[in-house]
């Protein structure tokens, strides 16, 4: 573990996001993505599925838009002699990408698609490195309104001169100082002069030079200190490597990005990748804190499995209008931010405890969101103390539970939630009492 100081998160936001026309991306992006649930086992009867089911579940009521083609949806190893484009596997889309995405559009949904910045995706299909203008043409006259671009298939004369930290596994370096790297970047140094920056700008101006407007995913893994050019470049940027379906995982990404929250506003927003409610043996109080950290850090919510499958249990999840109504909240576009670690001192970077307690103010919900987080193994409580959140001062409240939706009165000076290993408390606090 390694104690940092609030100047780590004291950097601001960049200026000069990167707006789009008609609000796309303006706020954290609602949806759907095939690769969680099916990796290359794509095809348009899943991506339809899917799309129907956000209608069916009451999903796109709440605000989920998205549905979103993954890595394999071509003909590996060749591109149209003629056009150069990329050719979508008639085996799988026998429509081709703009009859599923007409099906799409007809739901009043928005289709998303997938490739890389490099020569080959991640799985060894074709991508867009060289070829930025012809594939954004192609995905803009298909009528995608969503690109995610992943970081596979980079050539030698692409990589960066230095290598930046990202803290993935030990989690010991988050402060950008990793001794274990052949040739770390020296202090100071300008990522936005890195070829992986040049990489990300180059499908950026190409979709910008595309009669459509597409929501620009950037999924470079937190490197090359995306974090400060990612608002510049992209509607979202991933600020770690993959996610996948165990706690460990899930909170170890979860403390990467708590010290990211100042990175977060109107036009921008770090990614800790897809969610994996549904998937794996996550516990059903895992299920909640995966959501509600997600949510509460106005990331980034795209659904990542089958949903005609999905249990009632885990789609009541995905549905909890409280944290949906902060995440998507028009008027104030920062995230909760945490205010204090609990299980840890303040401003410690522990994979397996992150910080427990975040506090936000909301417009939607009128009052302030308070998350109560248990990173323990074992059933322990929680106390918020109302006059120790930023939001608050002392005394009374009106408070409602998010997961019951039970209003439970006027509380007085503090609340206190006996919780499961991995579970969190979620509060909606109103006006005093």
Not at 198 to 218: E, P, W
Request: hydrophobic share 35%; net charge negative; proline share 5%.
């Amino acid at each position: 573990m390694l104690a940092l100081t609030f100047s780590s998160l004291a950097l601001l936001p960049l200026s000069n996001a990167l707006v789009r026309e008609d609000g796309v991306g303006r706020l954290p992006a609602l949806g759907w993505n095939s690769w969680n649930a099916f990796g290359c086992d794509v095809d348009s009867e899943k991506i339809m599925t899917a799309a129907n089911e956000v209608v069916n579940l009451g999903l796109k009521d709440l605000g989920y838009e998205y549905v979103n083609i993954d890595d394999c949806w071509s003909i590996k190893n060749t591109r149209n002699a003629s056009t150069h484009r990329i050719i979508p596997d008639p085996s799988k889309f026998p429509d081709g990408i703009s009859g599923v995405a007409s099906q799409v559009h007809d739901l009043g949904l928005k289709i998303g698609i997938y490739s890389s910045a490099g020569e080959t995706t991640c799985a060894g299909y074709p991508a867009s490195l060289g070829y930025e203008k012809v594939d954004a043409e192609a995905f803009a006259e298909w009528g995608i309104d969503y690109l995610k671009y992943d970081n596979c298939g980079v050539p030698s004369n692409w990589t960066d001169k230095y290598t930046d930290c990202v803290p993935d596994g030990s989690g010991s370096f988050p402060n950008g100082t990793c001794p274990d790297l052949d040739n770390p970047a020296p202090k100071g140094y300008d990522w936005t002069s890195s070829k992986t920056f040049t990489r990300y700008t180059m499908m950026r101006d190409a979709l910008l030079g595309a009669n459509r407007t597409i929501f620009y995913s950037l999924c470079d893994w937190g490197q090359a200190d995306v974090n400060t050019w990612g608002n510049e470049t992209g509607n979202s940027w991933r600020m770690s490597g993959d996610i996948t379906a165990d706690w460990a995982r899930i909170s170890e990404i979860a403390n990467e990005n708590t010290f990211k929250m100042n990175y977060v506003g109107f036009w921008g927003h770090p990614d800790p990748d897809m969610l994996e409610i549904g998937n794996g043996n996550l516990t059903a109080a895992e299920n909640r804190a995966h959501f509600a950290l997600w949510a509460i850090m106005k990331s980034p919510l795209i659904i990542g499995t089958a949903l005609n499958n999905i249990s009632d249990a885990n789609l009541a999840v995905l549905k909890n209008k409280y944290l949906l109504d902060f995440h998507q909240d028009p008027v104030i576009g920062r995230s909760a931010h945490p205010y204090k670690w609990g299980y840890n001192p303040n401003w410690t970077f522990d994979a397996e405890h992150p910080a427990e307690y975040w506090s936000g103010p909301s417009s939607t919900l009128e009052g302030t969101l308070v998350l109560m987080l248990n990173s323990e193994n074992v059933t322990t409580s929680r106390t918020a103390v109302w006059n120790e959140i930023p939001e608050l001062d002392g005394g009374s409240y009106q408070v409602i539970d998010a997961w019951s939706g039970k209003d439970l009165g006027c509380v007085k000076d503090q609340y206190t939630a006996s919780l499961s290993s991995h579970d969190v408390s979620v509060l909606i606090v109103k006006g005093n009492c």
